[in-house]
Nanobody, 124 residues
Framework: QVQLVESGGGLVQTGDSLRLSCAAS????????MGWFRQASGKELEFVAG????????AYVDSVKGRFTISRDNSKNTGYLQLNNLKPEDTAVYYC?????????????????WGQGTQVTVSS
C-alpha cells in the first residue's frame, strides 16, 4: 500500500511557476509509476503527466507539453511536477497517483493509489 501526499500548490499569476511535490510512503516507490491529474471546478478529472518507474519515459497531455515537466527522485521517494508559464485554465486541484503498471497517456487509465490533492489557482 502506497500513501501519497501532495504539496506545493498555491495562488499565482499568469506566467508564474510552481513546483508540486508528491511524497510517497508505505511501499516500494521504485516499483510504481507516477501520474499527475487535475480536476477543475465542474469538470472531469484530467490526466496531466506520467513517468515510469525509473524516470526513463514520460507522457503529457497536449495542453501542458513544453510548459510542465514531470520528474521523480527515487532516493527521496518523491515525485515532482514543475509547472511553468501558468495560465488561468491550469487552475484546478492537482492530484498525484501511482500504479504498478505503465499507462502512458492512455485515456481512462486506472491508478491504484491517490493523494488528497493540492489546489493551484492562476489569476489573470
Amino acid at each position: 500500500q502506497v500513501q501519497l501526499v501532495e504539496s506545493g500548490g498555491g495562488l499565482v499569476q499568469t506566467g508564474d511557476s510552481l513546483r508540486l511535490s508528491c511524497a510517497a510512503s508505505g511501499g516500494s516507490f521504485s516499483s510504481v509509476v507516477m501520474g499527475w491529474f487535475r480536476q477543475a471546478s465542474g469538470k472531469e478529472l484530467e490526466f496531466v503527466a506520467g513517468i515510469d518507474w525509473l524516470g526513463r519515459r514520460t507522457a503529457y497531455v497536449d495542453s501542458v507539453k513544453g510548459r510542465f515537466t514531470i520528474s521523480r527522485d527515487n532516493s527521496k521517494n518523491t515525485g515532482y511536477l514543475q509547472l511553468n508559464n501558468l495560465k488561468p485554465e491550469d487552475t484546478a486541484v492537482y492530484y498525484c497517483a501511482a500504479d504498478p503498471s505503465w499507462h502512458g497517456n492512455r485515456p481512462g487509465a486506472k491508478y491504484s493509489y491517490w493523494g488528497q490533492g493540492t489546489q493551484v489557482t492562476v489569476s489573470s
